[in-house]
């Protein structure tokens, strides 16, 4: 039997929050199989807090040259993942997000043939490698007819990435992601036939962010529950079994001895961005967080997650930063209270982020 209070440890052990961080960005990305990336200044963060260098700009270099993407891949929402990666689960996953299409399309006056005209517009318009920023390719869309307004240009980009046309590339001067083809940007694509692709998806969840039920694998992935039993069976030769109040729970085999050589970092204080794996990536929050404090990470249950406090794998507290420059400070929001050796580490804490 494991409490989940281990649980919890264990999972940051499992993402690599806890312990050394992955040799590389690739490497910590696909540890993980994919990371919320809503808030691309927060995915940047996630993502070098899982390496060993810890750097925003060897993130950003991974976006840069390709090593990894950003893209909906599943339930629709936006996450960052390995390159290689990104087809195959648009083809498991990314038809999933589009069958609930046809009402908000109608509250949007927006047509099947419309969402065909923007993907020739812009296919035309970012062929030969050329990359463009959002603005630019929704005035491109509407030049060619199709109009942008209101939340249809969104839309519009959603579904031409979604139906595997266009994904977010590398950066621009600024720190705005541009817009790509797939095709000229994913250069060495896995495919994979369906089961395949349900053994791996299990595989990568359960290891990234084990220890999960398959319960987790589903809503993570935006699946059906056969088909995330589906893939758990074929991948479960790798993977540990520990029961948790009676829930069978799967993860890394590993990932038991690693928490024993880091659990004292990770019984510590972490700072973490809102959208982060380790609150998102499960069905539940109750390992990680008591129900009645649910309200203060999402308040009104509105989407927007904010960046929360972790002590001793719970969250406690959320933070955001205030002012600029010099003036730029850390301020820190308890549940309750934070203990006052705590309190004191936050600044510190916040100053090493990256």
Known sequence: MTTQREIALLRLAAQWLAGPGA?????????????????????????????????????????????????????????????????????????????????????????????????????????????????????????????????????????????GTLCLGPTDDSGEQLFVLLDDWVRAPRLLARDEALAELARRFFLGHGPATVQDLARWAGIPLGAARTGLAAARDGLEVLDVDGVEHLLDPATPDRLAACRAEAEGLFLLPGFDEFVLGYRHRTTILAPEFADRIVPGNNGMFRPTVVLGGRVVGTWQWTGRGANRAVTATPFTSFPKKVAALIGSTADRLP
């Open 23 to 163: 040799p590389s960005v690739g490497e910590a990305v696909r540890r993980l199989g994919a990371m919320q990336g809503q808030d691309y200044p927060g995915a940047v963060t996630s993502v070098a807090l899982r390496t060993a260098s810890r750097s925003r700009a060897d993130v950003v270099a991974a976006l840069d040259d390709g090593t990894i993407v950003r893209s909906w891949p599943m339930r629709g929402t936006l996450h960052v993942l390995a390159a290689e990666d990104l087809p195959w689960m648009l083809d498991l996953l990314g038809h999933r997000a589009l069958s609930g299409l046809a009402r908000r399309w109608g509250q949007l006056g927006l047509t099947e043939a419309e969402a065909e005209r923007a993907r020739e517009i812009v296919t035309a318009a970012l062929a030969g490698g050329v990359r463009m920023r959002r603005s630019d390719l929704l005035a491109a869309i509407e030049a060619g007819g199709v109009a942008t307004t209101g939340q249809r240009g969104y839309h519009l980009l959603w579904f031409v990435a979604q139906t």
